[in-house]
């Protein structure tokens, strides 16, 4: 399932970071939460590297939704 809105994305993305936060993510701060596209798509980027599949799955979908939903050009 594609989410269809940023907000519901955003909170996706701040479940999926809590999930994995241990495993995937502990060389970032403890408090270390996305606020904008870029940082959700970084952290995203860390969870398809370092997490197991199912995490792969969620982390590349949301990405993708990021990356056709984004304004910011910098967003890769």
């Not at 939704?65 to 984004?70: D, F, P, V």
Request: with cysteine.
């Amino acid at each position: 399932m594609i989410p269809l809105d940023r907000t519901t994305v955003m909170e996706e993305v701040a479940l999926l970071v809590a999930e994995h936060r241990d495993r995937c993510l502990w060389f970032l701060a403890p408090n270390f939460q996305p606020t904008d596209d870029q940082s959700a798509m970084r952290a995203l980027r860390y969870i398809e590297r370092y997490g197991g599949k199912a995490a792969f799955e969620r982390a590349r979908t949301l990405r993708t939704w990021l990356q056709q939903h984004s304004s910011a050009d910098s967003v890769v």
